[in-house]
């Protein structure tokens, strides 16, 4: 199983970045696909995560109304657009695979990408 990271980088408060995961290894579908965060210091906290279809998200506060997860199941990758980026959003972004239903912990995901950084400077 690999999960492929992209779309990171620096960018200026107020900014937007568009990451990606690409999947392999698996059956795409047959997966949701959660996004989390971890800052230098800090515990890897929960971001948000997408059914299986893609029609059902479940995002943390710090983010909803600023970010949007999607995904192409026919291109076995998933999506985080993430707008009026702020510095406390700097961190390295995972993204990882569950067989539940929107689960937010962190326990609850199976297999980890390796992360693409995010800095977001004001």
């Known amino acids: 199983v690999q999960l492929q990271a992209s779309g990171g980088g620096l960018v200026q408060a107020g900014g937007s970045l568009r990451l990606s995961c690409a999947a392999s290894g698996i059956t795409f579908s047959s997966y949701a696909m959660g996004w989390f965060r971890q800052a230098p210091g800090k515990e890897r906290e929960f971001v948000v995560v997408i059914s299986r279809s893609g029609g059902s998200a479940y995002y943390a506060d710090s983010v909803k109304a600023r970010f949007t997860i999607s995904r192409d199941n026919a291109k076995n990758t998933v999506y985080l657009q993430t707008k009026s980026l702020k510095p406390e959003d700097t961190a390295v972004y995972y993204c990882?695979?569950?067989?539940?239903?929107?689960?937010?912990?962190?326990?609850?995901?199976?297999?980890w990408g390796q992360g693409t950084q995010v800095t977001v400077s004001s």
């Open positions: 990882a695979t569950s067989q539940l239903w929107l689960p937010p912990k962190r326990s609850e995901y199976d297999y």
